[in-house]
């Protein structure tokens, strides 16, 4: 009777562990989902910085910069330098590269139109998925989950980060 109860007490408390050790997986696995969705959302709706005809697909593919370009840059408040190149990434997809201004711009063609965006930051993703890693420390209560010491943190952290990244890609993938 003595060895049956300890038998239980034993499955009971294997039960618990193996419950608490499931949500410290999941919970870093969405929100790591969650910021790599939220990045993406941000990358989407990005607004364009010039917008303009079609026309120019023939100079961009040729890797010319025409001038009416360089004109709608300056009225922008973004001048170019002297030392831009094009690369073609695509069909429809050009890299803009000004190296002395140390900016990139992404030209995309949508429809009939060229949308020259500006590329985003990749600091600021990583702050997003740093940010839903430091909001897990008010999940975890909620949950019921003890959280211990900094090898749970690093754990968690490491998962969510990783989720964020593969999630975020493959989303990026999926629109490129």
């Not at 408390?13 to 410290?24: P, S, T, V």
């Not at 023939?58 to 831009?84: A, C, H, Q, T, Y």
């Amino acid at each position: 009777m003595e060895n049956d109860k300890k038998a239980r007490d034993k499955k009971e408390k294997e039960k618990a562990e193996y419950a608490e050790g499931l949500k410290k997986t999941i919970t870093p696995f969405l929100f790591g989902i969650l910021a790599g969705g939220i990045c993406f959302l941000i990358f989407v709706y990005t607004p364009y910085l010039v917008s303009t005809d079609g026309g120019l697909k023939e100079d961009l593919d040729k890797g010319i910069i025409p001038e009416n370009l360089i004109n709608m840059f300056e009225r922008e408040g973004s001048p170019l330098s002297e030392n831009v190149t094009i690369t073609k990434e695509g069909n429809d997809k050009w890299l803009l590269n000004d190296r002395e201004n140390k900016k990139t711009y992404i030209i995309r063609k949508d429809a009939e139109t060229l949308n020259i965006y500006p590329t985003p930051k990749s600091e600021n993703w990583l702050l997003i998925a740093i940010l839903l890693i430091m909001v897990q420390k008010f999940v975890y209560p909620l949950l019921h989950t003890s959280i211990e010491g900094a090898k749970d943190w690093f754990y968690i952290s490491f998962m969510t980060i990783f989720c964020w990244f593969i999630f975020f890609t493959l989303l990026l993938m999926i629109l490129l």
